[in-house]
């Protein structure tokens, strides 16, 4: 396992300068954001301008780009084409994983599963791990259920992110039964009713994580993915997470 960062720490701040932030902080690996809205990159410039993409995904400051997350906001077959563009990405960069978001509660069943099975096609032609973002408010809320899609969706993998089997009373829901699925980790400190603290004020833990994830197997990246908090030393945050998780690796 290694210690990457999103860009996604830097939200107000386009790509290059993100990448010279965390190099600063002494980060060696990323996970560079191309989402429509709010991303450093937008999966409609990924489709639109590839080539020019390419070449500032290769301009990393010798980070290693561990994941690319991708949020596409187009339907129908705009939304595959524009998949189809951030995997060729993937691979013109030789990154292997890539977050992806599961659709809001109430989407059918296996309306979703249809729609992450030619995802994953489209993927796997490119020799790119799709990987099942938990996250509040979405199908994947639920560890369970994530199970189940990945169970019926060959190829699926899962970006964990504890934090939000933590925030809203979640913490009594377990979700040991999605560790042999997971290929990327997303880390922030939580609470019950904050989806992110101060490190070391929330709940997360973290040497239990690494233990049950060593275990597993798992050998890529822990990505802090840290925004910025009022009043609060964002530098010295991104700092302490890293050093904690170096720490115990």
């Known amino acids: 396992m290694f210690v990457a960062a999103s860009t996604n720490c830097f939200p107000d701040l386009p790509l290059d300068s993100a990448l010279e932030r ?40 010798r980070m290693t780009v561990a994941a690319y997350s991708v949020d596409i906001e187009a339907e129908g077959p705009e939304y595959f084409g524009q998949l189809a563009a951030c995997c060729r990405l993937a691979k013109a960069t030789r990154v292997v994983t890539m977050v992806v978001r599961a659709s809001e509660l109430g989407t059918p069943f296996n309306a979703e599963v249809e729609r992450l099975r030619e995802m994953v096609r489209i993927a796997t032609g490119e020799g790119v791990r799709l990987a099942l973002l938990t996250e509040t408010g979405r199908m994947s809320e639920d560890p369970d ?105």
């Open 22 to 61: 965390l190099v600063d902080l002494e980060y060696t690996a990323v996970e560079i954001v191309i989402h429509e809205t709010g991303g450093c990159l937008k999966p409609s410039e990924v489709a639109r301008d590839w080539d020019r993409v390419v070449r500032r995904c290769r301009q990393t400051y």
């Open 145 to 249: 259920t994530v199970v189940v899609l990945c169970d019926n969706v060959h190829g699926l993998g899962v970006t964990l992110d504890p934090s939000h089997f933590i925030y809203g009373g979640r913490g009594g829901k377990g979700y040991r039964q999605l560790l042999k699925y997971v290929c990327h980790v997303r880390l922030r400190d939580t609470t019950p009713e904050k989806l992110q603290v101060r490190v070391g004020q929330g709940r997360v833990e973290y040497g239990k994580l690494l233990a049950q994830l060593e275990r597993v197997g798992y050998h890529r990246a822990l990505c802090v993915d840290i925004t910025p908090m009022d009043g609060v030393d964002h530098g010295g945050e991104l700092r302490k997470m890293r050093l904690l998780l170096e720490s115990l690796l």
